[in-house]
């Protein structure tokens, strides 16, 4: 079963020697030992907690999918078996892309459909005015030369080129606002070839068993586990969705980020009802914010946040009293993703330059993180709230940054792992993994990390993947690598999501580019202690929590010893299944 | 003065500096704003030298100067005015005749004339700066008759003053309409200069629409009745009127747009300085104030949270003071400790007791209002058991939360806390409205508030065109299903005469032949008005008003319950002493039935019917979807406490009914 893998073309990228492992790394098999790569003497700092994808045990070729994960090791099998014991095993679905109809004109009106009808000149600059704003007015005027003074023609005509002008001018500045909005969205989307996707997006319920499925048709579906309606929602501006989020602390109220607005479903979870009407949505918008590309609930339930590249400034809502305030910082030139961290401290919010910022919630203030390379593309939170991993476009490493109250804030950022290409050799074929990152997400115990690599669309053998790794943190914080997570023959991975609340370890749930939802369940022993789920911010962390972290984290380090020890590791939650 | 005079130390100690700093700000910001002013105003695309030259002479004249000064005055005062009828909690009127009331009340009648006055020197300082055809009342000029050089009337500069007067009195009769003084609290907290950047563009924008719609109707009503000032301004100052020139009333006159342009821009800075004021002084007073959790001197008792929290007089200290409970409980642990902790010698926890006991009275006031309001709407028209019947409570009407001239007896807290006693203004209106508002209002202890004019009253009926006319008893009968507002009878003296026979209480009310003509006479009277449009117009119920009267002051209750389900939340694991358990199941209890009043309470007509949004006004319409944010906060609130004690919860003692209520929550199924 162990092959040997040789490393090919990413000697540059393997900065480690065999002896940093930990000891409880999973079956440390055919490590290829590689000189050379150090260079300089800033790297040296990162040595010893960087991790490459060199190190992951292979992935399986030939249909095989990942199943789950057990005894510190990936089980693989076919996918039919792919059905584990659990207390709710949360229904595999399956949306072929076929099934669903986009809608075929996404945004330029049905104005081609008509014959051309000619109103009188104010109808139509009523109608620009109404379609186009002031650019849309000036050219019908331009336009019309025929029925307006000739100095209004051309006074017009000069307004509008220096309006272009300088709109151009803007553009340069900022690239992302010549994309037209779906463009727009796909770009900066979390979701893998947003576009053609069959699932847009997808957003497990923070306390329950409920999940809400955004589709290519402008539907969601919500699954619940204690009843078998699935209600959908569909609403006349539920269009492009890009992202979705539950309320924290409540049973019903999903927020959608759609193309013109937010629309804030509440769902009766008792409501017998399979097609909520939509009078059950609140429409909340804000001039100039739309496309709204990314949102995030404050952990405490109380404030909505909301993003769109367009606009530069977030909004935070009060949703129930529809009360906006707009946070404006004209650097960056709009903001594309945003992140809460699970105790509701501080919010990661990127932009489409390469600079993004860091929130701190108490009195909204922020700090600017410019990178050099690329603009943030993903980034995720440690439960506690005090480490903030992320990736940006064009970089293939993870960084790490470590904030805490004491020191005020971190200095630089430090890279945690190293996502070079690496190739696997197979008698099959090799198999390249590695590259761009296209998401984070990190599981609500802290320790599994997930990272969806974009892959090279026109190779073959480089296809999206998402790979796992362990995190740790003390006694100091490393990555450690987990394995691959690969569906079916041909697909390739389009979003994930851990599920909030998974008892026995972790839970990812992935949807796959033939549309398909499976969740891969990772068993070990949790240790460390949750987010506190209230959102009770450095609260509960505080006076009384930091103790219980300690233990436990003193714990969890004898446990691993003894893990590596004994060679086997029982989870009682699995050691019925296993005698099965 | 005014009412720095109280004694209270939070006035005298806090309120008062914010003020004076908020009114420093505004005034200190005035000369960039006059100077900026002085360039726009005497802009002229074709002489760009003449205008930069001309513009820098007239910054360093002596008549600037001056003018700065004024207007440096003018802001002062109305920086008075603000913080003289600032409220944290709004006043709703509930029909147009409450609305009415108020503004023909004495003190917003002063309101009025002093922002008439002021805006006329406002504008006359414009004048000066403007200079130009502004200048001055009066110009020389060549009377036909007499050939020789006189004195004549400048009407633009009158048209200006005029302006100024009616800008002053539409800001002061709008700002209550849309209760400009009604200080709202922002969702999020921010540095005062970040709050100030982040509104300032909006005020520019705001201002500049408000003078746009101000402007129009003025030269609308100046068009019409510009004669009768300008004659009467002449007389009496025996000025002659150039009739060389289109006197402004005309068409010929107001065809000028430099004219529109000046009056626009001026009206702007006069509007713009005086939301300056308004904007500082809320960022400085709703600015989060530190409460000491305990203190260890003894005199400064009254300055510790636990205190202040129960102190019921000054209303903007009580609401800072949740405030500071609500945002100690999110982000403060060491606080919090100190909430938790006991007493040194006794061992008691009187700072958790204390806290959580207004809380809890609170929020279990608010129940206790909802409850009230819903018995009154649900038995309104139809018989009730006597037994219901004489309890007085029942008896308040929906407004009388509203105009603040009743209370519900049973709520001393209610009674506090519709006055705000912080402004002279808050007291007085409500001693003067009660004798004025009273006869005008149907709900109240009127002669008006009779069945028979109910139906007329209540607003999903008089919507219905044949009803104001029809009278048979067909149709009376089936009103009373439709009637959602309005108030027991029995405030009437009368019980009432609802087409079901009521059963009448004998022992209640002994009917003579006196009272009985009496009471027709009463009815017939009503009978008569109630055909009447206006009359229906007048007393016809705002929709919704009601409803937002009764959670105007729903900030409060927010903040109660996030900092108690915050406390009790953290307290599993930060409370040592297991302080916070023993009152567990009172606070989880009154937060029960608080979701169970307010569930009811938006199943009724009107109540979940969300408000249309008002664009560009300074006006804070915050308080219309109070309610909602309340049922949000009590949501989560509760689910806050059920996950984190989870299945702990079943161990609490509370009634069955809310243990069921309970365990839907714990099954996320609300």
Not at chain 1, 113 to 120: I, P, Q, S
Not at chain 1, 515 to 534: D, K, L, N, Q
Not at chain 2, 603 to 618: D, E, Q, R, V
Request: hydrophobic share 40%.
């Amino acid at each position: 079963m162990k092959k040997n893998h040789a490393l090919h073309g990413s000697a540059s990228f393997s900065p480690l020697n065999a002896t940093v492992f930990p000891y409880d790394a999973p079956n440390p098999r055919g490590y290829v030992k590689t000189h050379g790569a150090i260079s300089g003497a800033r790297l040296k700092v990162a040595v010893r907690s960087m991790c490459s994808l060199a190190l992951f045990p292979l992935p399986r070729l030939g249909g095989q999918v990942t199943l789950y994960e057990a005894n510190n090791e990936l089980v693989w099998g076919n996918s039919t078996e792919c059905n584990e014991k659990q207390h709710w095993t949360p229904p595999s679905l399956h949306f072929p892309r076929e099934t669903l109809k986009p809608h075929s004109c996404p945004e330029s009106s049905s104005k081609a459909a008509f014959l051309d009808h000619r109103d009188t000149l104010w109808m139509r600059s009523a109608g620009a005015w109404r379609d186009a704003g002031l650019a849309g007015l000036l050219d019908e005027i331009t336009n019309s030369s025929e029925e307006v003074p000739k100095w209004l023609t051309l006074s017009s005509g000069c307004v509008l080129a220096l309006l272009r002008w300088m709109s151009s001018f803007h553009c340069s500045l900022f690239p992302h606002l010549t994309l037209s909005g779906e463009d727009m969205v796909a770009e900066f989307s979390q979701v893998l070839g947003w576009s053609d996707s069959a699932i847009r997006s997808f957003a497990w319920h923070p306390h329950t068993d409920k999940f809400a499925v955004a589709l290519l048709d402008d539907s969601i579906k919500i699954y619940n586990s204690k009843s078998a309606i699935t209600p959908t929602l569909k609403h006349r501006l539920q269009r492009s969705v890009s992202a979705m989020q539950w309320k924290p602390l409540c049973a019903s109220t999903l927020a959608v980020a759609c193309h013109t607005c937010l629309l804030i479903w509440h769902v009766d979870p008792n409501s017998l009802s399979t097609r909520p009407s939509s009078g059950c949505a609140q429409v909340l918008t804000h001039p100039g914010h739309s496309p709204v590309t990314s949102i995030a609930w404050s952990p405490s339930g109380s404030l909505l946040v909301s993003a769109s590249p367009v606009d530069t400034a977030m909004m935070v809502w009060n949703v129930a009293a529809e009360i906006c305030v707009p946070l404006q910082r004209v650097g960056g030139g709009g903001v594309t993703n945003l992140s809460w961290s699970p105790d509701g401290s501080r919010l990661l919010a990127a932009t489409p330059s390469a600079l993004f910022r860091v929130w701190e919630t108490k009195m909204w203030t922020c700090e600017r993180w410019p990178c050099l390379k690329g603009r943030c593309q993903s980034g995720c939170w440690s439960p506690d709230g005090s480490r903030l991993l992320f990736c940006v476009q064009g970089g293939t490493v993870i960084y790490a940054l470590t904030f805490s109250d004491m020191t005020g804030g971190p200095k630089s950022a430090a890279v945690v792992a190293d996502l070079s290409e690496t190739t696997f050799s197979e008698p099959d074929g090799d198999l390249i993994v590695g590259g761009e990152v296209q998401s984070l997400a990190w599981d609500p115990t802290g320790e599994r990390l997930a990272v969806l690599l974009k892959g090279n669309a026109e190779s073959s053998i480089h296809s999206a993947i998402i790979a796992v790794f362990k995190t740790r943190s003390s006694p100091i914080f490393e990555l450690l690598p987990c394995g691959f997570v690969k569906g079916e023959a041909g697909t390739e991975p389009r979003l994930m999501q851990f599920q909030p609340h998974f008892q026995h370890g972790a839970l990812l749930t992935v949807c796959w580019s033939n549309g398909r939802i499976s969740h891969v369940p990772f068993y070990f022993v949790v240790f460390s202690v949750r987010a506190s789920p209230h959102g009770q911010g450095r609260g509960c962390a505080g006076v009384v929590g930091e103790e219980v972290d300690e233990g436990s984290g003193e714990f969890s380090r004898g446990s691993g010893r003894w893990d590596t020890a004994a060679g086997v590791w029982d989870h009682p939650g699995i050691s019925a299944q296993a005698s099965e | 003065m005014f009412s720095f005079n109280q004694s209270c130390w939070f006035i005298r100690k806090v309120v008062r500096w914010r003020a004076i700093a908020s009114i420093a700000w505004s005034v200190l910001l005035l000369p960039p704003i006059t100077s900026l002013l002085i360039f726009i105003i005497r802009f002229s695309v074709f002489h760009p030298t003449h205008w930069l030259s001309g513009c820098l002479g007239v910054l360093t004249e002596a008549s600037t100067l001056f003018s700065m000064f004024l207007l440096c005055s003018a802001v002062i005062l109305i920086a008075f005015f603000n913080l003289q009828y600032y409220t944290v909690v709004p006043s709703i009127p509930c029909s147009r005749v409450a609305l009415l009331a108020e503004v023909l009340h004495p003190g917003q009648c002063l309101h009025s004339l002093v922002h008439c006055a002021v805006g006329m020197l406002v504008m006359w300082c414009v004048c000066v700066m403007a200079g130009g055809r502004y200048h001055t009342l009066h110009t020389p000029c060549t009377h036909s008759e007499s050939g020789g050089p006189d004195l004549c009337l400048n009407e633009y500069h009158l048209f200006m003053l005029l302006a100024g007067a009616f800008m002053g009195y539409s800001h002061s009769l709008l700002g209550m309409v849309q209760n400009i003084h009604y200080v709202s609290f922002h969702i999020i907290q921010q540095y005062k200069y970040m709050r100030f950047k982040g509104s300032a563009w909006w005020l520019v924008k705001c201002s500049a629409v408000q003078s746009l719609y101000s402007v129009r109707n003025y030269i609308i009503l100046y068009f019409l009745f510009g004669r009768v000032p300008r004659t009467w301004i002449s007389h009496t100052l025996n000025l002659h009127v150039d009739s060389s020139v289109h006197s402004l009333d005309s068409f010929g006159g107001l065809c000028d747009v430099s004219l529109f342009y000046q009056l626009w821009v001026s009206g702007m800075f006069l509007l713009l300085t005086w939301y300056l004021t308004v904007l500082l002084f809320r960022i400085f007073i709703t600015e989060p104030y530190r409460f000491p959790v305990q203190s260890l001197f003894s005199e400064d008792a009254e300055e510790c949270l636990p205190k202040v929290l129960t102190e019921n007089s000054v209303l903007v200290m009580k609401f800072l003071a949740l405030q500071d409970l609500a945002l100690l409980s999110q982000h403060s642990p060491s606080r919090r400790q100190e909430v938790f902790s006991l007493s040194q010698p006794g061992g008691h926890p009187h700072n958790w007791n204390a806290v959580s006991k207004e809380c809890v009275s609170l929020l279990s006031e608010l129940t206790q209002r909802l409850v009230a309001h819903h018995d009154v709407v649900a038995s309104n028209g139809r018989t009730k058991p006597p037994s219901d019947r004489s309890d007085p409570r029942s008896s308040s009407s929906s407004c009388s939360v509203t105009s603040g001239t009743e209370d519900l007896p049973d709520s001393p807290h209610r009674s506090a806390l519709t006055r705000t006693p912080a402004s002279v203004f808050g007291s007085a209106v409500k001693g003067v409205n009660s004798p004025l508002t009273a006869p005008f209002t149907p709900d109240l202890t009127a002669p008006f508030s009779s069945p028979a004019l109910r139906p007329l009253l209540s607003p999903q009926v008089a919507h219905r065109p044949w009803l104001g006319s029809v009278q048979s008893p067909h149709v009376t009968r089936r009103n009373p299903k439709l009637w959602s507002t309005s108030t027991d009878s029995q405030t009437n003296g009368s019980p009432a005469p609802s087409p079901d026979p009521a059963p009448k209480p004998a022992e209640q009310q002994k009917p003579s032949f006196l009272s009985q003509w009496l009471q027709n006479r009463k009815e017939q009277v009503k009978g008569f008005l109630a055909k009447r449009v206006l009359v229906v117009y007048l007393f016809n119920k705002l929709p919704e008003a009601s409803s937002q009267a009764l959670f105007a002051d729903s900030q409060a209750h927010i903040w109660a319950l996030e900092g108690l389900s915050h406390l009790v939340a953290a307290s599993y694991s930060e409370d040592k002493y297991g302080v916070v358990q023993t009152t567990l199941p009172s606070i989880l209890s009154c937060m029960l039935s608080l979701q169970e009043a307010v569930d009811r309470h938006f199943k009724l007509p009107h109540a979940s019917s969300k408000p249309g949004k008002t664009s560009y006004s300074l006006g804070d319409s915050a308080y219309k979807t109070l309610r909602f944010a309340l049922r949000a906060t009590l949501k989560t609130a509760i689910y806050r406490i059920t996950t984190t004690f989870r299945e702990h919860l079943h161990a609490v003692s509370i009634p069955v009914e809310q243990q069921k209520r309970l365990q839907q929550f714990l099954e996320y199924k609300e």
